[in-house]
């Protein structure tokens, strides 16, 4: 048993941590994920396909390495966030965060009284932070999400929060919201943006807080951002599978995922 968040000390040092999320249910992939050396992986149950009962066994898969599991939850309620708690995730990414009194509600859910309204339940919990309420309110991390105009116009009171321990940006929803189109910080020429992303981690900067974002580590890093999501299951699954189809001298029937007739089409992959 562990009375530590890694993750938590490797930010405090000043290292950027550099880490991976898991969209699918796959208790394998997220132990893969984990033995690989990286700092932190967050298991995505807004975006992905784990249930609350594939979420636990993942994060015992997890549980015999050096990785600090993180959930991001499907939204910003209470009983999600005990529930990932509860389960062994040592922190949450809590997606939508639009004002204080959401940030503060995000807060209140991950800390024990007198810091918060956690209900007492550790299911396992107790194997990773311990069962000494005021050192798991010290270990756990609160990272809000900021990825929509209103968030954005509200960055300053959200990264004031007390029990706030960082952001993490939303590149895709945030230009959406802005009137563009959902990409990533890495694709992005779209001015507004780029220049509300600045902004958010000018922000947290002031505060003392983490930024976080997906992206390349090398570059992001040296933007300033403290935390970095690497790759997803699903991304590193397509990129393989471009590699493989590349470097295959054969014709394959290959489905289009941007064609609306979603008909195989014949291709010489070469």
């Keep these: 048993m562990t009375t530590t968040n890694r993750l938590k000390e490797v930010l405090a040092s000043g290292e950027t941590a550099v880490g991976l999320s898991c969209m699918l249910g796959s ?3 997220a132990e893969e994920f984990a033995l690989a050396g990286f700092d932190y992986l967050y298991i995505d149950q807004q975006h992905g396909t784990t249930s609350a009962d594939t979420l636990l066994t993942m ?3 997890v549980a015999r390495s050096s990785t600090t599991p993180l959930v991001r939850v499907a939204q910003n309620d209470p ?6 708690l509860d389960a062994g995730a040592e922190g949450v990414i809590v997606p939508m965060v639009e004002d204080a009194a959401s940030a503060a509600r995000a807060v209140r859910a991950c800390r024990y009284h007198p810091d918060g309204e956690r209900s007492w339940g550790p299911l396992r919990a107790v194997y ?17 999400m900021i990825e929509s105009a209103k968030g954005l116009a509200n960055v300053a009171e959200i990264v004031d929060t007390p029990g706030v321990d960082g952001v993490y940006i939303g590149p895709a929803d945030l230009a959406v919201s802005l009137g563009g189109l959902p990409v990533g910080v890495e694709q992005s ?21 983490v930024a976080a974002i997906t992206g390349n580590a090398a570059r992001q890093s040296a933007a300033g951002f403290r935390m970095v999501t690497v790759a997803s299951d ?8 471009a590699t493989a189809r590349t470097s295959t001298p054969q014709s394959y029937g290959v489905v289009d995922p941007t064609s609306a007739s ?3 089409t014949k291709v010489l992959l070469t």
């Design 79 to 84: 009983a999600l966030i005990g529930q990932a």
């Design 27 to 29: 208790a394998q992939i």
């Design 262 to 264: 979603h008909e195989p």
């Design 128 to 144: 990773g932070l311990g069962s000494d309420p005021a050192t798991v309110n010290a270990q756990v991390l609160c990272l809000v």
């Design 234 to 241: 699903v991304t590193m699954i397509r990129s393989a599978l």
């Design 189 to 209: 020429s779209d001015a507004r943006q780029l220049a509300a992303i600045a902004s958010i981690q000018d922000a947290c900067g002031r505060a003392g807080k």
């Design 59 to 61: 994060l015992r898969a």
